[in-house]
């Protein structure tokens, strides 16, 4: 697995480097050639802040934690995306109903529920063209954390959802 490393207001240690290497290296039974990781590290208000992607023919699983210790950190970051790759992988072989491999875990002490939660609820609904501060205005007078709209300005839909530092995120869709 190619291992890239960022740093973003911290600055990473060759040591880190190593044990990070070698950790992320024990998932490589999990995927086959290809597989890249990028380790994101950061620090912001004196916690350290750990970001692992790891991309393969086009899953991407996704680990982000935060701690006093960047090492500690990769010990509650890595049992995470075992669990996610074992699920996929579960859900990969009862779709071809085959019998799962028997893979010894690498960083979970036991078998992660694997059943996924089912669709209870259906939505459908028009969307109309709104301006992002409508779309603001909508979000704040219904109470919730997202909103979905077609952009007047792009013509595009959009996403618009209120992060945990009271901030807009906005995610334009393509097709």
């Given at each position: ?16 480097k ?23 590290c ?8 750990l ?117 807009y ?7």
């Open positions: 697995m190619k291992v890239t490393f960022v740093e973003k207001k911290y600055k990473i240690a060759k040591r880190f190593d044990v990070m290497t070698e950790k992320l290296s024990r998932l490589d039974k999990y995927f086959g050639e290809g597989a890249t990781a990028r380790v994101v950061s620090r912001q208000n004196k916690i350290d802040k970001e692992i992607n790891i991309t393969n023919k086009g899953l991407l699983f996704r680990s982000e934690v935060s701690g006093q210790n960047m090492y500690e950190n990769i010990d509650l970051a890595l049992p995470k995306l075992e669990k996610q790759i074992v699920r996929n992988r579960e859900k990969v072989t009862q779709s071809k109903r085959s019998a799962p491999k028997n893979v010894g875990f690498e960083f979970l002490e036991e078998v992660p529920d694997l059943k996924l939660p089912e669709i209870y609820k259906k939505k459908t609904f028009e969307l109309d063209p709104i301006m992002v501060d409508e779309a603001k205005d909508a979000i704040e007078r219904l109470g919730h954390t997202f909103y979905i709209f077609l952009n007047a300005e792009t013509g595009k839909v959009n996403v618009l959802y209120r992060r945990s530092d009271k901030k995120g906005l995610i334009e869709v393509n097709f």
